[in-house]
Nanobody, 122 residues
Framework: QVQLVESGGGLVQAGGSLRLSCAAS????????MGWFRQAPGKEREFVAA????????DYADSVKGRFTISRDNGKKTVYLQMNSLKPEDTAVYYC???????????????WGQGTQVTVSS
């Protein structure tokens, strides 16, 4: 009933930028918060950023604070992740997720997209 589709991933050199999008579909749509997570090979899924759909609250992982910006468009049911000053350690599959309230814990989100690959070369 709720589908999430990520897009915007790709290959970029260190110091470059990418903007990821996550579009939600399906009705009814009653989620309150959306988050971004990433997972590199051999590592656990980790929190990147999250926002309430009202825009009143945002949260960022320390590793991306000051470089990444999360935003949303309620009319388009879309959340964005603007990634600047990318580093090789940012390389991962990036997933968006949604649920009823903002959280930095993956297990707090019930609905997930398929992921989009981000590769940062040195």
């Amino acid at each position: 009933q709720v589908q999430l589709v990520e897009s915007g991933g790709g290959l970029v050199q260190a110091g470059g930028s990418l903007r990821l999008s996550c579009a939600a579909s399906g009705r009814p749509f009653s989620t309150y918060a959306m988050g971004w997570f990433r997972q590199a090979p051999g590592k656990e899924r980790e929190f990147v950023a999250a926002t309430t759909m009202s825009g009143a609250n945002t949260d960022y992982a320390d590793s991306v604070k000051g470089r990444f910006t999360i935003s949303r468009d309620n009319g388009k049911k879309t959340v964005y992740l603007q990634m600047n000053s990318l580093k090789p350690e940012d390389t991962a599959v990036y997933y968006c997720a949604t649920d009823s309230f903002l959280s930095s814990r993956p297990n707090d989100y019930r609905y997930w997209g398929q992921g989009t690959q981000v590769t940062v070369s040195s």
